[in-house]
Structures are given as C-alpha cells and as structure tokens.
C-alpha cells in the first residue's frame, strides 16, 4: 500500500501526519530467526557513518519506533506484523537486524544465508532462494487531505510471500512426519 499526494496542500497534510504520527501503516515480514511473541526496537536510525548507502542504529540518529508482533512461527524463521511510529529509511530492515532477526531476502541488511543446523532442507532452499525482501506494505491509515475523512487501505499478501509462508509451514509438517 502505498499513498501519493497530488497536490502540494494534500503534501502538505500527509507530511503533517507522518510527523504527527496519526498515519499509520501495518506491514508482514518474514524475518530469520525465533522472535519472541512481541516486542517494541526504540532506536535512532541515521546513515551508517562507514557504509554511506546503508542507514544504521547510530547515537544521535533520529528516533525511530517500531512494534512487531509473531503472527506464526516458521523453520528458522517468523512471520511477523510490524507498526510503525515513525518512518525512517529503512526503518524495519534496520531495526529488526539490529534485535538479531533480519528480513528474508534482504541483500543490504540480511547478514547472508541461513545454515542448515537441523532445519528442513526445504526450508533452508526457500529462505536462501527468495528473491527480494520478504517485506509488504499490508494497511495504511490516514485521514483524506481534502475530505478529513479516515481512511483505510489494505492490500492483501504477494503472492510470492504467500509462497514462501505456504513452502516454510509445509516443510515443519514433512519434517514432522
């Protein structure tokens, strides 16, 4: 989900919410590792003072706050739902390989391949293979910049996401089997 301004008053009133934080945004990831069932990452994020193309968890950044709760543990993995407070680059790639659980598929921050130690072997071929971050943009909340209106917007789970989720759940059953 993703919204656009069309004029420089409705810019105006989107920027405004994002500062103000009354937009909300609600987004799925599946994330490497064992998340606990619920947490809160409070963490300035600024430019990474030794990778100028990547952002980092920096002293003196601009304060970022970010919410995850397990929606399903996966083989070597979550699949989590995160809310935003604010909205830094990167915000949740960021923060959530700073806690140790990086994003699936995240070439700049996701730390390479996860191992084999005892997980499925079908498991480990999806994890390693997905081809982008397992990362989407599922609601967005925000008030009408011409109407003051709330509205809603929800965009349902990529199909290669659901894949993924569907081929990770599959393997924890084979390998009970």
Known sequence: VMVVARSLKAHASLVNQLQTRSMSRIYEAVVKGATPPAGTVEAAIDRNPRERKKMAVVAGGRAATSHYRLLQR????????????????????????????????????????????????????????????????????????GTGKECQFHAPLAEDMRDLIETLKASMSAAQS
């Open 74 to 145: 996966l083989p070597g993995t979550s699949h989590i739902e995160v809310s935003l407070e604010s909205g830094r680059t990167h915000q949740i790639r960021v923060h959530m390989t700073h806690i140790g659980y990086p994003v699936v598929g995240d070439a700049l921050y996701g730390r390479g391949p996860v191992r084999q130690k005892g997980l499925p072997a079908a498991a480990v071929a999806a994890v390693n293979g997905f081809p982008r971050q397992a990362l989407h943009a599922r609601t967005l909340k925000l008030i009408h910049p």
